[in-house]
Nanobody, 128 residues
Framework: VQLQASGGGLVQVGGSLRLSCAASESTFSRYVMGWFRQAPGKEREFVAYISRSGGNTDYAESVKGRFTISRDNAKNTVSLQMDSLKPEDTAVYYC??????????????????????WGQGTQVTVSS
């Protein structure tokens, strides 16, 4: 599956952005999806996860309560609504997909190595 992320940009502290990730396959519902981010000089880190049906989600503690992940399987898209943005949210954001089945309790959905397919990234810059 090919993934195309979009929606990044420059926003002031406290503002909002909505990222989208479009998948190339009509079998999109077979994939679990994740969002990761990478700030300059730092490793790529987990941001959010959503299950195939959209019924289960998970978030990094740093974004919990501010970010919301969602998906539309009919449109082959996953979105990340980002509110109350902070300077530390500045990073390149990547969407990722994988078809493997695993228990959420395993924590594998938080590991970047779990995901086989990655989008190209979209820059989010939060200015103070």
């Amino acid at each position: 599956v090919q993934l195309q992320a979009s929606g990044g940009g420059l926003v002031q502290v406290g503002g909002s952005l909505r990222l989208s990730c479009a998948a190339s396959e009509s079998t999109f519902s077979r994939y679990v999806m994740g969002w990761f981010r990478q700030a300059p000089g730092k490793e790529r880190e987990f941001v959010a996860y959503i299950s195939r049906s959209g019924g289960n989600t998970d978030y990094a503690e740093s974004v919990k309560g501010r970010f919301t992940i969602s998906r539309d399987n009919a449109k082959n898209t996953v979105s990340l609504q980002m509110d109350s943005l902070k300077p530390e949210d500045t990073a390149v954001y990547y969407c990722a997909a994988d078809i493997k089945y695993f228990l959420r309790s395993s924590g594998l959905h938080r590991r970047r190595g779990t995901y086989e397919y990655w989008g190209q990234g979209t820059q989010v810059t939060v200015s103070s």
